[in-house]
């Protein structure tokens, strides 16, 4: 099926990408293998056409990707679809109860070597192309629909001013030594809803800026988004596709510090989307149909440089890492680990700087998603909407492949756990954010 002058078609499919036990689990700087499946993990794609043009639009409940699953996998989707892989967005939920992924680009992660994980890795592209080959066939004429919802109580800004002057990372509820947040949070949730001319659902994609951190422990769980679909597809009557996808959440999390009460495991995910499921069961009904539905595509590899190393750092990063590694009784500190392996994957680029795809997809005039390599703060993603010429963009992050961390230039004399844990440079994510800028720029004027 080919779509009519100014006609959208789009279709949307899920393929189930749940590992199986004993996989290393990804998230945190040891190794926890999976025991159980709480609710199952799923590639989930979105295929548009438009105006001879067709794009797919995918997130994965893991925690990350890497380049060369996207790679694969979008020379896999090529193949099966005809769909140009630039024209693919593939992007991450950030959920820490997913699976370690390995392959060549798969850096530090405790598990990665694992022989599960490996042959996990070697299978996910097929099961992405899969996802977006289901959702091509099943494309069909819809009406798009896109507004905002907002929610204000679940998303905090983990780094505070403390009284000593110094900036602290999830400081601790309650904690007396806490001033103020130093960042922001972003309220906004984009809401892009597709249906047929009959009025029957065909999928919904939904974002927020908001860590998926919650479930902890082994079993297997895609966290909130487990909630957020299964009661949207209950409240529209239908099987519903809610394809969700994380905001530029790098400085981001849902612990209130002013809160006494402990938020972590299944409950407070599921408290979490459904709060998210009420506001976009509010927003539907304020929604509007595009006025234009030309869909354009550009993306941009960009270079960015690598931090700089302390003298002697490699040979002491190397002794922490070994100290980690032999399971020692006396660990070293969180942050000391963190800044080794930190130093081991800078090091071995040996001077090569890091180099990431800033990609954007239009719909008409008035829709844009922005995909981003890596665990943005939320300042730089609140700069790229500002300056957008579309009144709806929207930011995934961890799209296309991610090198970690990238904080605002202003936070980098802060220190503490995410510039500490930085793959790239100061200035790194202005620069991210100009090169957004500049291609969504482009596509608006490639509308008129």
């Given at each position: 099926m080919n779509a009519d002058k100014g006609e959208v078609l789009a279709g949307a499919a899920a393929v189930k990408i749940t590992p199986p036990p004993g996989t290393p689990m990804a998230g945190y700087y040891y190794v926890r293998p999976a025991a159980g499946v709480h609710d199952d993990l799923h590639a989930k794609a979105i295929v548009l056409e438009s105006g001879g043009a067709m794009a797919a639009l995918v997130a994965l409940d893991l925690l990350t990707t890497t380049r060369w699953v996207a790679e694969e996998a979008r020379r896999e989707i090529e193949r099966a679809t005809g769909i140009p892989g630039a024209q693919v967005m593939i992007s991450a939920t950030h959920a820490h109860t997913g699976p370690v992924l390995g392959g060549p680009d798969a850096g530090w992660f405790f598990g990665s070597d694992n022989d599960l994980v490996r042959q996990y890795t070697a299978a996910l592209p097929a099961r992405i192309a899969e996802a977006v080959k289901l959702a091509c066939a099943a494309r069909r004429p819809v009406t798009v629909l896109a507004g905002e919802g907002r929610e204000d109580s679940i998303a905090f800004n983990r780094r505070y001013r403390m009284k000593d002057g110094t900036v602290g990372w999830n400081p601790g509820k309650l904690n007396p030594n806490i001033v103020k947040p130093v960042g922001r949070i972003d309220p906004a949730l984009p809401v892009v809803y597709f249906e047929t001319p009959q009025r029957a659902p065909v999928a919904l994609y939904a974002n927020y800026t908001v860590h998926l951190d919650n479930v902890g422990g082994a079993e297997i769980s895609s966290d909130l988004p487990c909630t957020l679909a299964k009661l949207l597809a209950e409240a529209t009557g239908s099987s519903l596709l809610t394809l969700y996808t994380t905001g530029a959440c790098g400085d981001v999390n849902h612990l209130d510090v002013k809160w006494a009460e402990p938020q972590h495991g299944h409950a407070n995910a599921a408290r979490m989307g459904t709060l998210l499921a009420a506001e976009v069961l509010r927003a539907l009904p304020?929604?509007?149909?595009?006025?234009?539905?030309?869909?354009?595509?550009?993306?941009?590899?960009?270079?960015?440089?690598?931090?700089?190393?302390?003298?002697?750092?490699?040979?002491?990063?190397?002794?922490?890492?070994?100290?980690?590694?032999?399971?020692?009784?006396?660990?070293?500190?969180?942050?000391?680990?963190?800044?080794?392996?930190?130093?081991?994957?800078?090091?071995?680029?040996?001077?090569?700087?890091?180099?990431?795809?800033?990609?954007?997809?239009?719909?008409?005039?008035?829709?844009?998603?922005?995909?981003?390599?890596?665990?943005?703060?939320?300042?730089?993603?609140?700069?790229?909407?500002?300056?957008?010429?579309?009144?709806?963009?929207?930011?995934?992050?961890?799209?296309?492949?991610?090198?970690?961390?990238?904080?605002?230039?202003?936070?980098?004399?802060?220190?503490?756990?995410?510039?500490?844990?930085?793959?790239?440079?100061?200035?790194?994510?202005?620069?991210?954010?100009?090169?957004?800028?500049?291609?969504?720029?482009?596509?608006?004027?490639?509308?008129?």
């Open positions: 304020k929604l509007q149909p595009l006025r234009s539905s030309g869909l354009r595509c550009r993306h941009e590899m960009v270079e960015l440089d690598l931090p700089e190393l302390a003298p002697g750092g490699v040979e002491r990063a190397q002794a922490v890492i070994a100290k980690v590694r032999s399971a020692a009784a006396t660990q070293p500190q969180f942050l000391e680990q963190v800044e080794a392996f930190k130093v081991a994957d800078v090091a071995e680029r040996a001077g090569k700087p890091q180099v990431v795809e800033v990609q954007v997809i239009a719909l008409g005039a008035e829709v844009a998603w922005v995909a981003l390599p890596g665990e943005i703060f939320v300042e730089l993603g609140l700069k790229i909407k500002a300056a957008s010429p579309f009144r709806h963009t929207i930011i995934a992050e961890l799209a296309n492949g991610s090198i970690g961390y990238i904080p605002t230039a202003r936070a980098w004399p802060q220190g503490n756990y995410e510039v500490v844990s930085a793959r790239c440079a100061k200035g790194s994510g202005e620069r991210l954010v100009k090169t957004a800028v500049r291609l969504l720029k482009e596509l608006a004027k490639a509308d008129r």
